[in-house]
């Protein structure tokens, strides 16, 4: 776990220098799709999907995204994946992207998904030169691979962060803002920068966790991880009462605004482990746990099938 993590985040300076990356993130670049259709440019020479894969690896993994110190094994365990559907010219690509993100649970070898999201869309463009590394500067446009894998990061890092202390990943969701911001200005040419584009539009992670309307999100990772899993192998009782409490705050989040992108996400990403939790647990408490999913999310409420509902 984070040496000091609560002093650090207090003097925390975003984009500074340090001595080791942040993620330890595995990128695959899915080409079949290529393969299988006819595209104006050859799409068998595999050099270049290996290339885009290297490159996306080198950014996100060897680029310094903030100035904390990170030892080997606090490295943020993530994934990236980036399924190519079109190919229309040497440079240009359409595709799907997504990312998982895992958090370690306190003395436990035990890890929690955090954020598993896929854009629902597959029309995500980008232009990948080889000759011209992916780059990034959070006031610059250099292109919307670079601008999009950028914003998941920070959002990521402010998830990350607010599970381990109050408010702790507020700076890095206003770094996502301004990247938004940056990129929106691009007159149209890359789509989900926009919140009038579309309800899953990216935009709407960096709107949910910037906006003082749903400010119980960031007490809602709290909650839950460090207050609640991260207490489980010392009082698994009062660590299931601060996650029911970090629940119930995040049906407080939902009733402001119904169906939230991040309140969807985060129970999509909970739902399994919710059930695992809370099958040893009373009735009353099971009982809790269902009428709150039935409310924010009913598609997933099936999946509680089993608990004593009396």
Not at 98 to 127: H, L
Not at 209 to 216: D, F, M, Q, R, W
Request: net charge neutral; charged share 20%; proline share 3%.
């Amino acid at each position: 776990m984070f040496k000091r993590c609560v002093a650090i985040l207090l003097v925390i300076t975003l984009l500074g220098i340090a001595h080791a990356q942040e993620f330890n993130c595995a990128v695959s670049v899915n080409y079949q799709k290529l393969l299988n259709t006819t595209q104006a440019f050859e799409s068998t020479d595999k050099t270049v999907f290996n290339n885009l894969k290297q490159a996306l690896e080198d950014f996100i993994n060897n680029r310094r995204w903030t100035n904390l110190e990170f030892e080997q094994q606090e490295k943020i365990d993530c994934s990236f994946s980036l399924i190519l559907t079109e190919r229309s010219s040497a440079t240009d690509f359409k595709g799907q992207i997504s990312f998982q993100m895992r958090r370690p649970v306190y003395n436990s070898t035990y890890t929690t998904g955090m954020f598993n999201y896929i854009e629902s869309a597959s029309d995500f463009s980008f232009v990948y030169n080889e000759s011209q590394p992916l780059d990034f500067d959070v006031n610059t446009f250099f292109g919307n691979l670079s601008s999009a894998v950028s914003y998941y990061l920070y959002i990521m890092l402010g998830m990350y962060f607010d599970s381990f202390a109050p408010n702790g990943g507020e700076q890095f969701y206003e770094v996502a803002r301004t990247i938004c911001q940056t990129a929106s200005s691009n007159d149209g040419l890359y789509r989900g920068w926009k919140g009038t584009e579309s309800q899953k539009a990216r935009y709407w992670f960096m709107e949910n966790h910037t906006n003082s309307a749903y400010a119980g999100l960031h007490n809602v990772y709290y909650l839950y991880h460090r207050l609640g899993l991260d207490m489980m192998t010392k009082d698994q009782p009062q660590a299931r009462q601060n996650i029911l409490g970090a629940l119930q705050t995040l049906q407080q989040v939902h009733k402001s605004r119904p169906n939230l992108l991040s309140v969807q996400q985060f129970v999509d990403v909970k739902i399994s482990e919710l059930v695992s939790i809370f099958t040893p647990a009373p009735a009353d408490e099971q009982k809790q746990v269902y009428d709150i999913i039935k409310d924010i999310s009913p598609i997933n409420v099936t999946k509680l099938k089993n608990f004593n509902q009396k």
